[in-house]
Structures are given as C-alpha cells and as structure tokens.
C-alpha cells in the first residue's frame, strides 16, 4: 500500500502568487499553483474547507484555494526489490497494473546471489514503470510449486496477473533489461 501525504493549499497560501486563479476555472490546477510535472504529484479537491490565516493576502488566497490539496504519491514509484510471500502475493503481483518483475531465490544459492544487485539496478533503472519483488522458494514453496520452478534463480515477468516470460540462471543486466523492454512493449 502506497503511502500518501497530504498538504493543505491554506498552509502554503502566504507563498502563492497573488494571481491564483479561482479554483473553477479551466485553467488546470498544476498551472494555477505553478507546481512542478513530475510522477506522483496529483491535485484533487477536498469536501471540506481548509482553516483561514490571518493575513489579508493569505484570507484572500485561502478563500480561492479553499478544498483543494496536494496528494504526493511518490510511495508508489518503487525503486527497490520488495519481498512478497503467499499473503501478499495476490495484491502485490496479480493485481498490479504495472509490469511484475518476480525473482525467485533461497538464500543460500550462490548464483542469486550473483543475480540480487542485477535485479536492484533493473528496480532503479525502471522505477515507476515496473514492480521489483523477491520470493524467497524455502519460505513459500507453493507459490514456487504453482509456478512450476525448478531451478533457482528464475526470474518471471507477469502483466495484468498474467505470466508472460521466464528467465532461468544468473543472467546479466543486458538480458534482463532486455526482457524487460520487450515485456513493456507488449
């Protein structure tokens, strides 16, 4: 689950222009506000009204920001390896929207130890447009079953809870990312 955070429009009244807009109108919210693009910042509007401040500038401000907010949902733009086991299978991997990308390891094979910071560099390289998750085979040995892994380390990729492509061994960067880039496409 993604962690949000949520600032009022009223605490960074005093710093907005005095050339806010009203929240009506067609101009979009990130341009009223003049807040930067980026991945995760979301503008909504609340159903109740901020608390006014005392300035005259900031009441006037407050008043056109009234029942807006700011969500920043940068939690969700995953940029490390998560562990997932059979509890949180089903939510983390079926049901992402994201292409999955799911290793599949034991902490005492060496060549996924080869392979960890391979999969740590995917995370990074591709944060915000797939999902990195470890399933350690001696701890849930049903979701390795299901799977039908036989070999570790296994690397497969799913999209809309669907497999889509399996990669055996301890491969380099260069394969994965490929595979990667294929499995976007699609």
């Given at each position: 689950?993604a962690?949000?955070?949520?600032f009022?429009?009223s605490?960074i ?11 009506l109108s067609?101009?979009?919210s990130?341009e009223?506000f003049?807040l ?12 109740h ?7 005259s500038?900031?009441?006037?401000l407050?008043h ?8 920043c ?10 562990v ?6 089903e ?13 599949f390891?034991?902490?005492w094979?060496?060549p ?10 995917l ?10 998750f470890?399933?350690?085979t ?12 036989r ?9 809309n ?16 990312s490929?595979?990667?880039?294929k499995?976007?496409?699609?």
């Open positions: 689950m962690l949000e955070t949520y009022q429009f605490s009244a005093a710093t907005t222009r005095a050339s806010v807009l009203h929240p067609s101009i979009s990130r009223r003049n930067p693009t980026c991945k995760g910042l979301k503008v909504s509007t609340l159903s009204s901020a608390p006014s401040s005392s300035s500038l900031s009441r006037s407050d056109r920001c009234r029942g807006s907010r700011i969500v949902k940068a939690g969700e733009v995953i940029d490390e390896v998560r997932v086991n059979e509890k949180s299978w939510n983390s991997v079926i049901a992402s929207e994201l292409l999955v990308l799911v290793e390891w034991a902490p094979c060496g996924c130890r080869m392979i960890q910071p391979v999969i740590e560099d995370a990074k390289k591709y944060a915000g447009k797939i999902v990195c470890k399933v350690n001696d701890e849930c040995p049903n979701i390795a079953t299901e799977y039908g892994i070999s570790i380390p296994t690397v497969l990729f799913f999209r809870g669907e497999k889509r492509e399996s990669v055996i061994g301890a491969v380099p960067f260069s394969t994965l490929a595979a990667v880039d499995n976007l496409e699609l």
